[in-house]
């Protein structure tokens, strides 16, 4: 079922999936990761971008950091536990670099967290991503990132043992929009049910069987998204993001990765999870659409579109002497959320 909101003001945000796993890491470093006990920084990079690498025991002290930066500013950074630390290092601190002192990020999502103790599960840390943000070379000179630093408020008793530490790039555009229509449905496709009678007869023998699958990976009802725009540079931007370009913007400074295959569907009727296929094109890409937007209470609505793919043709900017119009058409090859409390791309 698709629903439709008119004259709603608020922002929309394209997401890429570009993730840090560079393991060669040759040339100048894209990604950085230190642990640091007692003032020392131990390069921890390689086996925390490689689910397969060495483990690293982490955050035993408040006093110790993990240092993780990325080429680009970024919201989240997904950690895999080998094993959990005891439930007694209280919340987890994270910092960015302003060019002067260390400052704690906005909206903290700590999705490690167990009952307000920090590392107790696998889980995502996402935050906003700082405007202030400068990169710097603290941990080891010359890599010049955007860094982070993240510890514990109290020491814990048992340490967690990471598997994986790995940033996601967050590059996101974003476009500030006045009365916007949107037409979008509130979840996904299903298979359809087909009805067996008992030799054309019914009866206590009849029952239903389950068809193909195909409406489950086909798009979901087209997302119509129309509304005025605040600036005509989103003309020559908007396009470059959705082709996952280098849009040139400081959120989203260098070229992007298709989220295709990011997200995953319930199958058939048991409802198992599979990630959904890629492409057959490799140059047609999709992305996960934020859109947020105040109703008449003044409550602040939220909504995510996962996978979705823009075809050539189906954004329209249209310049009038007082305003910008966008129209965007696009399909939905992935999940649908409902349940968002800020902007963050969670894959």
């Known amino acids: 079922m698709a629903n439709t ?7 929309l945000r394209f997401y890429d999936s570009t993730k840090g796993r560079d393991l060669s890491q040759s040339g100048p470093k894209q990604v950085h990761i230190t642990n640091e006990v007692a003032s020392v920084h131990a390069d921890i990079t390689a086996d925390m971008l490689n689910p397969s690498g060495g483990t690293v025991a982490i955050l035993a002290l408040a006093a110790n950091h993990i240092y993780i930066g990325n080429l680009f500013p970024f919201s989240r950074v997904v950690i895999d536990l080998a094993s959990i630390a005891s439930a007694d290092g209280g919340a987890l601190v994270v910092q960015y670099w302003n060019g002067s002192t260390w400052v704690a990020v ?24 700082p405007t202030a943000w400068v990169a710097n070379d603290v941990p080891s000179s010359g890599t010049n990132l955007f860094y ?4 514990t408020t109290t020491n814990t008793g048992t340490d967690a043992v990471a598997q994986l530490i790995e940033p996601s790039s967050g590059q996101y555009y974003e476009l500030v929009f006045a009365a916007m229509n949107l037409t979008a449905p509130e979840g996904n496709n299903r298979p359809d049910e087909i009805l067996r009678l008992n030799r054309g007869q019914l009866d206590p023998n009849a029952h239903y069987i389950q068809g193909l699958d195909d409406p489950i990976v086909q798009p979901a009802p087209q997302i119509t998204f129309g509304a005025l725009m605040d600036s005509i ?5 908007l396009p470059k993001v959705l082709a996952c370009q280098d849009a040139d913007i400081t959120t989203w400074p260098g070229s992007g990765i298709s989220t295709k295959t990011d997200t ?15 492409f057959t094109d490799p140059t047609k890409k999709a992305l996960c659409v934020q859109v947020m937007w105040d109703d ?3 409550s602040r609505i939220f909504r995510e579109y996962n996978e979705v793919h823009v075809p050539s043709g189906g954004v329209t900017i249209t310049e009038a002497p007082d305003s910008v119009t966008l129209q965007m058409v696009g399909g939905i090859f992935g999940s ?12």
């Open 5 to 11: 909101y008119y004259g709603k003001n608020g922002a």
């Open 106 to 129: 906005g909206n903290l999502l700590d999705g490690t967290a167990v009952s307000g103790n920090t590392m107790r599960q696998d889980g995502a840390i996402e935050f906003d991503v």
């Open 148 to 151: 982070i630093r993240i510890h």
């Open 233 to 237: 540079h989103n003309k020559t931007a």
């Open 264 to 278: 995953q569907l319930p199958a058939g009727l048991t409802g198992i999870m599979v990630n959904t296929p890629p």
């Open 296 to 298: 008449l209470a003044g």
């Open 336 to 347: 649908i959320m409902s349940d968002l409390t800020h902007f963050g791309y969670r894959y």
